[in-house]
């Protein structure tokens, strides 16, 4: 695509965005996925954004453009949220189990935002999907021994070696993992 033609794609993206928010004037929402690099590849080909050309973070250039640009049935501007997702880069490619996983996840998430369920994340119990709220998890730290077979599995799976461990840290990860297994909770 020619900078013209992306320009004119990001145009009709919003265009759309807008009919979107609009869809239902008691409650304007609408979510918007950006995919790593985007921003580098726009900028490569010389693309503006509504007037501005596209330089320094992408991110934050379309948060103030959707922000000029949406507005609710009622005229008020529309709230943008931006979100910037940490992750640690992995040790290997991601396989095709994690990319459905991930897709799995994401479209959760997304549901069960647009559904009104805030603060929460996603989590797989057995076979479940399950909304676990924040305030549940939030400000803890979970580890994983790493003498376990849990950790024996992600350098096999990663192809990182393992590390010896001292056998006092050993012990304290030992200790600190609760003493009874937690009980399921029923889903239905």
Same mark, same amino acid.
């Given at each position: 695509?020619?900078?013209?033609?992306?320009?004119?794609?990001?145009?009709?993206?919003? @265009?759309?965005?807008?009919? #979107?928010?609009?869809?239902?004037?008691?409650?304007?929402?609408?979510?918007?996925?950006?995919?790593?690099?985007?921003?580098?590849?726009?900028?490569?080909?010389? #693309?503006?954004?509504?007037?501005?050309?596209?330089?320094?973070?992408?991110?934050?250039?379309?948060?103030?453009?959707?922000?000029?640009?949406?507005?609710?049935?009622?005229?008020?501007?529309?709230?943008?949220?931006?979100?910037?997702?940490?992750?640690?880069?992995?040790?290997?490619?991601?396989?095709?189990?994690?990319?459905?996983?991930?897709?799995?996840?994401?479209?959760?998430?997304?549901?069960?935002?647009?559904?009104?369920?805030?603060?929460?994340?996603? @989590?797989?119990?057995?076979?479940?999907?399950?909304?676990?709220?924040?305030?549940?998890?939030?400000?803890?730290?979970?580890? +994983?021994?790493?003498?376990? +077979?849990?950790?024996?599995?992600?350098?096999?799976?990663?192809?990182?070696?393992?590390?010896? +461990?001292?056998?006092?840290?050993?012990?304290?990860?030992?200790?600190?993992?609760?003493?009874?297994?937690?009980?399921?909770?029923?889903?239905?």
């Amino acid at each position: 695509m020619t900078a013209d033609e992306c320009g004119a794609a990001l145009d009709a993206y919003v @265009s759309h965005l807008e009919r #979107v928010v609009n869809r239902d004037p008691a409650r304007p929402h609408g979510i918007v996925v950006v995919a790593e690099g985007v921003g580098k590849l726009l900028r490569e080909k010389g #693309v503006n954004l509504g007037e501005r050309k596209i330089d320094g973070d992408f991110l934050d250039l379309l948060k103030h453009h959707l922000a000029d640009r949406l507005v609710d049935a009622c005229g008020d501007r529309v709230e943008i949220f931006l979100n910037r997702p940490l992750h640690n880069i992995r040790a290997g490619k991601a396989n095709a189990h994690d990319q459905i996983y991930c897709e799995q996840l994401g479209a959760l998430a997304v549901d069960n935002a647009l559904a009104g369920y805030t603060d929460f994340m996603i @989590s797989q119990w057995l076979t479940d999907y399950v909304l676990v709220p924040l305030e549940l998890v939030a400000g803890r730290r979970k580890s +994983i021994p790493p003498e376990g +077979i849990f950790w024996k599995q992600v350098c096999s799976g990663t192809g990182q070696p393992a590390i010896p +461990i001292p056998r006092v840290a050993a012990e304290r990860s030992r200790e600190a993992q609760p003493k009874t297994p937690p009980q399921p909770m029923p889903l239905r």
